[in-house]
């Protein structure tokens, strides 16, 4: 992809860039508030179609932030020629936690793999995939007819399995999006906003890379937003993961009979649970831990009051959101250590 011809800017093409330029202050600063920064090529990848700011003025915009990544120092050089920085590609590299996620999936986990079609690590963890996280926020899409009891035996497993409880205590493991394979395609489809679209674009696929990759190629608003990050994240992503293999036409009847069995018992005590702990979060003062859950037969979704107040921030910087987020964070915590 080659880069605008650097040109003197006359009045009125450095007003027609204001909005750019304030898209990456925004971004720098939520990165900041984040614990990481922004890179010259995330900015450039994150900047709406059609921009024309050089790499030479991004890097001159971060530099006048706080929130730099400490990492842009060593592509100074070559990210400051006109036009495209240059693209890190392998840069991205998994860290210890990113790789605790994998060996409890295909060490502990593995069993549900006839009832997952795709799970990645989003939130926190995949912008910054070398960082110590608070919580490990996770996306799953599941098989038809399996949603509910997949959930049921993760939940189970949690309570049984010393092992696992230890690692989700350390750091707290959050379903905080679960959907079926019936209700996901669409959910992709009408993801837009600038938010949602780069949570879907960051996200680590642990299991399932193929379908994810498929869930992205079949989300023209997300493309459309981030055209720069969707066309390298779709060449990046894996064209298959470990395990992943082409599943069974459908699950077993007497499977999808147990899904719809526990369907609504798993969802009251989710409901119960979730009143429960705001009701304590509200009492000591929390409140950025108050979330709201939802649930469905083919979704189940958490969303903290600290990410509906991120979402409002996006809104207001006139990149709405389609309140169809990928990343709830820290909205249910099992096996958190406060709970």
């Known amino acids: ?37 922004l890179s010259l090529t995330e900015a450039w990848e994150l900047l709406p179609p059609g921009s024309l700011l050089t790499a030479r003025e991004i890097d001159e915009i971060l530099g006048d932030g706080a929130g730099r990544d400490p990492m842009a120092a060593k592509r100074a ?68 007819g399996a949603l509910w009891l997949f959930l049921f035996l993760v939940f189970t497993h949690w309570r049984l399995s010393r092992r696992l409880r230890t690692t989700v205590r350390e750091v707290p493991l959050c379903l905080n999006l679960v959907v079926d394979e019936s209700e996901a395609p669409g959910l992709f489809r009408r993801l837009e906003g600038l938010l949602d679209s780069r949570e879907a674009l960051q996200a680590i696929p642990v299991f399932g890379g193929n379908y994810f990759r498929q869930l992205l190629r079949g989300a023209p608003g997300i493309a459309a937003q981030l ?51 705001n009701h304590r979060y509200r009492r000591e003062g929390r409140w950025s831990s108050i979330f709201s859950v939802r649930t469905a037969f083919h979704r189940m979704t958490f969303e903290s009051e600290s990410y509906r107040r991120l979402r409002l921030r996006y809104d207001r910087m006139g990149t709405p959101c389609s309140g169809l987020n990928l990343l709830r964070a820290g909205a249910f915590r099992e096996g958190s250590p406060d709970r």
């Open 227 to 277: 055209p720069r990050l969707y066309t390298r994240r779709l060449t990046q992503l894996p064209p298959q993961t470990l395990g992943e293999t082409s599943p069974e036409p459908s699950l077993a009847r007497s499977l999808r009979l147990l899904n719809v069995l526990l369907f609504l018992p798993l969802a009251a005590y989710l409901q119960f649970t979730g009143l429960f702990r």
């Open 77 to 144: 050089e070559a990210d400051r020629s006109p036009g495209p920085p240059i693209l890190p590609g392998s840069d991205r590299v998994d860290g210890p936690w990113v790789m605790r996620v994998r060996d409890l999936w295909e060490k502990r986990l593995g069993y549900l793999r006839p009832l997952v079609r795709c799970l990645c690590i989003t939130g926190s963890l995949a912008y910054n995939p070398i960082a110590d996280p608070k919580d490990i926020d996770v996306f799953v899409a599941t098989r038809n």
């Open 1 to 37: 992809m080659s880069g605008p011809a650097v040109a003197p800017r006359d009045g009125a093409s450095q007003e027609a860039l204001n909005p750019d330029r304030e898209r990456i202050r925004f971004l720098q600063s939520v990165a900041q508030e984040r614990g990481s920064g």
